[in-house]
């Protein structure tokens, strides 16, 4: 599209107001949608290849706050997609200064907790120890988190920093469920290791 130009956007009644409808506006429950959106202006975004290092820690800090946002709204999967944008942009840059190193090693380690807490909600499990496992290869936090000792095997500190960035919002159902699925694979891999005392930390 061009700036000016004008288009109709249908949409169904998922991406619309569903069931609930919209009375305020005499929108009937699982009403389709028509928009008529005139485009003002536009960003265009550059590739990760076209950025320098300053540029893409410039972007991790706006699209981390645009995630928060959806996060908080509810918009888990939006959300997803601002952090993933940090991890395409930061995950595999090198050459870093020690301050930009710092810098973007705290966006990756925001962006894989926030990822494997939208991942929770989302009921996509999986995705979130992944996102845990990631943070493991991360430096150590700093001893001010307050942290039980991280002396354990490597596969249980992110699980540990994934406790200390838990959103009070998160579902119970959510929460025991993530600690029944991680209890059941950490057994696999070491019985002898007492498990529960860090799972107080969820």
């Not at 981390?64 to 946002?69: I, N, P, R, Y």
Request: glycine share 6%; hydrophobic share 35%.
């Amino acid at each position: 599209m061009q700036r000016e130009e004008q288009c109709v956007l249908y949409l169904g009644p998922r991406y619309g107001f569903g069931e609930a409808g919209k009375p305020k506006f005499g929108i009937e429950p699982n009403a389709e949608l028509m928009y008529e959106v005139t485009l003002k202006s536009f960003e265009k975004a550059k590739e990760s290849w076209e950025m320098d290092t300053k540029e893409k820690l410039e972007q991790a800090a706006i699209v981390k706050e645009k995630g928060t946002v959806y996060f908080k709204g509810g918009k888990y999967m939006q959300a997803v997609i601002q952090y993933g944008k940090i991890v395409s942009w930061l995950e595999m840059e090198y050459g870093l200064s020690e301050k930009e190193s710092k810098t973007s090693e705290s966006f990756l380690l925001a962006a894989f907790l926030n990822l494997a807490m939208c991942y929770l909600k989302l009921r996509e499990y999986n995705k979130a120890v992944e996102c845990c496992d990631k943070v493991g290869t991360l430096r150590r936090p700093p001893p001010k988190w307050g942290l039980p000792s991280t002396r354990g095997p490597p596969s249980l500190r992110p699980f540990l920093l994934l406790s200390v960035s838990w959103d009070t919002q998160m579902d119970r159902l959510d929460v025991d469920h993530f600690i029944r699925y991680f209890t059941s694979v950490f057994h696999r891999i070491d019985n002898s290791f007492p498990l529960w005392p860090y799972l107080s930390w969820f």
